[in-house]
Structures are given as C-alpha cells and as structure tokens.
C-alpha cells in the first residue's frame, strides 16, 4: 500500500527527494515516517510527520532533512539536503493507522541511496 521511490547514488553534500505513495489510506494515516537501514546495522528512524502536521527528525539528520506531505497527491517526500557518506542506507517509508486502539503497520519496499565520491 506503500511505494517508494527516488533513491539513487550522489556526492557528499549532494541532494535527493524520496517519494512514497500512498492509496487513499493517506488520508487515515495518523504518523507517516522515513526510516533507514544502513549497510551492517539496525533499521532507525529518520524523520516523522503526524496527523497535525508536526515533524520530528534523528538527530543525526536534523537541519539537512525535511519530511513534507502533499495529501491530494497521496505522496509524503523526504527532502535530502547535504548528504553525507553515512546517510548510505536503504530507506523505508513507513505510515501507522490507529483505530480503536489497533494499530495498523504499513512499510514500503527499500528504496537504496548511496552517497559516495
């Protein structure tokens, strides 16, 4: 129900934009969320957006990412800016549903980004 795109091989200090599309559960999607899965390690998350529009980031990332949603287009980005090699990860975006105190999980598939010289 999600797809991602956009991944691609930069430069240092490079940028690119993630895509994930979503179908109409975008407009129920309580938390829509990038994570990442760097080469040997743990998934971990990257950037988050809620339902009221506000937005948390990794530490690491803070100031050079930004995650935005276009809801008619249902599409949520991740804006990369001045990319480092240690951004190199497969990226994953993420949305939970919450109803009735269910929660409903979605991935979409890895997109790879590769930031190298």
């Known amino acids: 129900q999600l797809q991602a795109s956009g991944g691609g091989t930069v430069q240092p200090g490079g940028s690119l934009t993630l895509s994930c599309v979503a179908n109409?559960?975008?407009?129920?999607?309580?938390?829509m969320a990038w994570h990442r899965q760097p080469p040997g390690k743990e998934r971990e998350a990257v950037a988050s957006?809620?339902?009221?529009?506000?937005?948390q980031y990794a530490g690491s990332v803070e100031g050079r990412f930004t995650i935005s949603r276009d809801p008619p287009k249902r599409t949520f980005y991740l804006r990369m800016d001045n990319l480092e090699p240690e951004d190199t990860a497969v990226y994953y975006c993420y949305g939970l549903i919450e109803q009735n105190g269910i929660k409903y999980h979605m991935w979409g598939q890895g997109t790879q980004v590769t930031v190298s010289s």
């Open positions: 109409d559960t975008i407009f129920m999607l309580n938390v």
């Open positions: 957006i809620i339902h009221s529009g506000a937005t």
